[in-house]
């Protein structure tokens, strides 16, 4: 049984593994003191080339609801597309550090200036919550990715109004090696607020990288970590798995290859003749398939079926990786098209 | 430089680096659903020897407020020591969650009945908050532990009070092991409501294995496990981790290990005519030395200066822990010895 | 200009005021302790006619986060209209403790059965939260009320989902009285979990009775009503109140003739040939209107427009109370006629 | 049975529910936005002679815990006196907002500079809350009060070191009528960043008054008081009483008739030979009485038993107000010394 349920059924990298054994042995500070997550904020600070603080947290929820509460006042919201993980899939993390989430119905995962123009327009006086913080993710929850000329329109638009731009990046690797992407570190930098960039989805065992732009937002950061629970003793597992993705182009090279894994399975779904629920560039695909197919395919391979689609069609998710094997694609292709054969 | 600043400067016991490498590449389900993580709850479970849930988290101060906020209804408030660590180094994280903590003067770091007593006569109506969980460290965050019989004492007053009792683990292999003690798990098992095995201040790269003995707390842990950030995706590295600390004697044997040093340095200190702060058999020794030696050992050794105890003298804390090298206690004790010789 | 606007524009009816006159000068036990409070209490103990608690507070917000937030662990979730107060019209008050609101778009204010299998369906596992109370307001926000099987259905369904059941009646009065009701107090003790029974907008200067019904979820209750800056400590007033509101049948004669005031407008501006956007058989009314007519009326009477209908026409929203004059509703009427004229 | 328990046990002054009877029947904007609220608002900047906010709420923890949850981001603490209202009074309602109260220990309820050093001192870094607001009750919870100088000195440090500070005015009257005093509203308006003028303990139905004097936190505060549940739909009722206790000095006549008649028993208990618990120029006296003329008073009077002194002797707690009567004063001080004659 081969798995394209997610990116993170492996540990990690075998770098990553490798430089956590090298460094072992070595005594360090604490809590982020330690020089491997110095050097490694120093490292993405170049890359991004602006003025960013850099802090280390050990996964999405986690970051999602540390960077939010911490941005907010209490009466303040955030604006997400109803797709938005931190709307359904994080257990109320985000109410349960006292905000409010407005959700808005969107097509392809992405949130547009004409969306959060509605939201603004609903909400006017005290009597409501105040809009503050807008979330998106690139790449989205289904798979679709910001271009840059889109980001730039969101950026503007939020400061405009007044808006904290905040882009939850779990799977930011895949979206900026995507074949369709414009996009940098260097302009996220410059167009949004905050990011993280997503270790544990790219090749890490743990770990996600907070970027925040906006000076305002940067002060006592880390007491709002302490609070939420998000500094580890050994800060340095974190430091270290980042100055290693990113001493080089480890990074990109992990989600290129997740993203060329799913390009093969893009094709030849799509030459075997199934559409694509959503228009997805990056390493979750969500073909609509027969479901006696799905049955079939079922027996050998593990996936999740994310929505009904007609009475004899679902759409599936397949997610590749940086561990996803060309062998395990091939023959995920090869079983298709044998249990096309079969559906006659 | 040599640092005795804490029990989690060094990474982790190479046999855990190790296992991590040799499960690395195998595909597991996420968020704890995988084998390891249930095959090392299996083995705590048959360890403590009684029916408990296992759940495995990140960090302590993770571990208490995800505790303390599923255990409690909001009026309801937790009984600690002054010394208690969430009620002082965990920058208000239990409050954040929104509940009051009760803090009890003592001298040794220990809660008794009739501290307790003391708190729950201060509370008569709605008022004031309603005391429900007693938190307590085992060791404590002085180095003193609990005896069996004081253990018990707390907990038959407890369950007569209708309290809930919860034991902060972040050191437990170090009381466990200690030479005084008289506790195991199993009757730790028997005794309180929940309590947690600290993973990351003994040999673990991270990781606390919670353990709730109380039925009435055991539903639907895991929705707050997710709501505070507290579910890896990758929640096999904390199962792979604890399964190798516990498959056989490795987690009391890295404990007695740090112990060891510790009691080194205690008997060398005392032989050479310095009393302590506090009493401890466990892993964390406050001697008080003259300060002038004190910043003569700070040269080449580094370490918490305490509290200052009179003009001429503060307490310091030295920690020892698996990774405490032999050599570099014994250096310590000769420079140590060096240094009284050039005070006169 | 005659104000439209709500049905708590005017202070309180004479005989409350008077009530709070005669009572002044006596000595009672604060928080709610006083006599007039527990004598209120016992009366409408027996309208109900089972064992339920009696709380009085302040305002609906007030009563909703306290109730909500009391009620709930705190991966719970509550489940409402779209259209719900709760969620849009308070400041995420109910966020603000902690737990997320799960919207249900329906058409006429009203849950059934149906919306909450699909809340319940979409919640499947520890990564969103646990949808725990349902959320109803009776009358609705746009005026529509529940039948008693339409109630039962709700109470039986969330019964065996082990679901909460609450009714926000903030304007209770107004339905139970209502032409088209066949709901009493005694159906909604016997029907749901809790509910309140609106002072503020049925002629007291502020309160609201909180009926707790569900044995499990009396305990305590004032703790949480301190907690939350719920108790005052002239709670006598609420108390005296609420006696005079029933020591008769004051509050639903006020209920109906706030009612009767709707009812002639209904049916007089029905006459005229404009249609309603609600079918409300209660004190709020949402008439669309020639946005001409508006303008004239504006002049003279002071109403919300609610929602524009198309580029003519808007729905405005009139709210009748105990204290309308039939004098201003005939010349209201009076001038939409004479309006109506003009327009041709 | 006549009560000195607390300054609540009657309804109105006579003048306030005169007042509102006479506008009763007026149509008013709700939540505040009536005339009577603007006009009163307008009354109180007056007095206090600087541009400042004025918000009127319901009770005193209803306004602590909306002032303190606005005023402070999640990491942020209130440093409070152990016998602070807010610390043991108030059911946790600060920490359910998130926010944790640092105690300290004081003997006369006042908070000096040297006091919030020591607090200051002990908060180093980012494993620790950050003190940020500093919570004075004037007067103190044991009837104490600030001189202008202590709280200039107060004022100067909090400024010094960026902390806010915050006076809680349940009983404020009666302070600044005392004989004792030499503060005033304006001198408040100065020296502190906000404060409140209680009402319901100063012959108010209920209402108090917060004053905003830093620009900083004036911003979309009715936003917090709304989420809060501390906007009422008839907001008139506070503006119309606090109108009637500024439009001349009724506020001021009723405290110093508080102060007289505690005055009075303070004068005649002191003569009488007993000694006072605490210094009290206030409406609270804390007179030491033999625990056999205690039990005799209380046949004919309620009152607290503050604190056990020693074997024979307790102190009670004597609160006089607005409505207490001479007579009733005369008639205490009369059964005391007939008390103390029996004793013999």
């Known amino acids: 049984m081969y798995s ?16 956590l054994l090298e460094t072992n042995m070595e005594q360090e500070e604490g809590y982020g003191g330690d020089r491997y997550s110095q050097e490694a904020a120093r490292l993405l600070q ?6 960013v603080d850099i802090h280390f947290l050990s996964g999405g929820t986690q970051t999602n609801l540390t960077v939010i509460s911490a941005f907010l006042r209490p009466h303040e919201a955030v604006i997400a597309a109803q797709t938005g993980h931190i709307l359904v899939h994080e257990t109320g993390a985000i109410e349960a550090t006292g ?10 995962g992405k949130l547009t200036p004409h969306d959060l123009e509605r939201a603004l327009d609903a909400h006017t006086d005290e009597h409501m919550v105040k809009p503050k913080l807008v979330y998106i993710s690139n790449p989205t929850e289904i798979g679709s990715i910001y271009s840059k000329s889109e980001l730039s329109q969101l950026s503007h638009f939020c400061q405009a109004q007044n808006l904290f731009l905040f882009v939850d990046g779990a799977r930011l690797g895949s979206a900026l090696t ?3 992407n414009d996009l940098n570190l260097a302009d996220l930098g410059k167009l949004v607020d905050a990011f993280y960039i997503g270790g544990t989805k790219s090749g890490a065992l743990l770990g996600e990288a907070l970027v925040i ?3 305002q937002l940067k002060d006592e950061f880390r007491f709002h970590m302490k609070q939420k629970g998000a500094l580890l003793a050994k800060g340095r597992i974190l430091g270290i798995q980042f100055l290693e993705l990113f001493r080089d182009d ?3 090279d992990l989600a290129k290859h997740a993203n060329n894994m799913a390009g093969l399975l893009r094709t030849e779904i799509s030459e075997a003749g199934y559409p694509f629920l959503t228009h997805s560039p990056s390493n979750q695909l969500f073909p609509i398939l027969p479901n006696e197919l799905i049955a079939q395919l079922e027996e050998q391979y593990s996936f999740y079926i994310w929505e009904k689609v007609d009475a004899d069609h679902s ?17 995920f292709i090869d079983d298709l098209k044998k249990g096309i054969g079969s559906l006659d």
Chains 1, 2, 3, 4 share one sequence.
């Open 4 to 19: 394209f349920k997610n990116d993170y059924s492996e540990g990690a990298h075998p770098r990553i593994l490798n430089a």
């Open 46 to 51: 170049q890359r991004i080339d602006c003025d």
């Open 99 to 108: 905000h409010k989430i407005i959700s808005i119905e969107v097509q392809d």
């Open 178 to 180: 995507s074949e369709e």
């Open 213 to 215: 732009c906006n000076d």
């Open 250 to 252: 480890l990074y990109f």
């Open 315 to 331: 759409a599936i998710r397949l997610v590749t990786s940086w561990a996803t094997s060309e062998d395990a694609v091939l023959s």
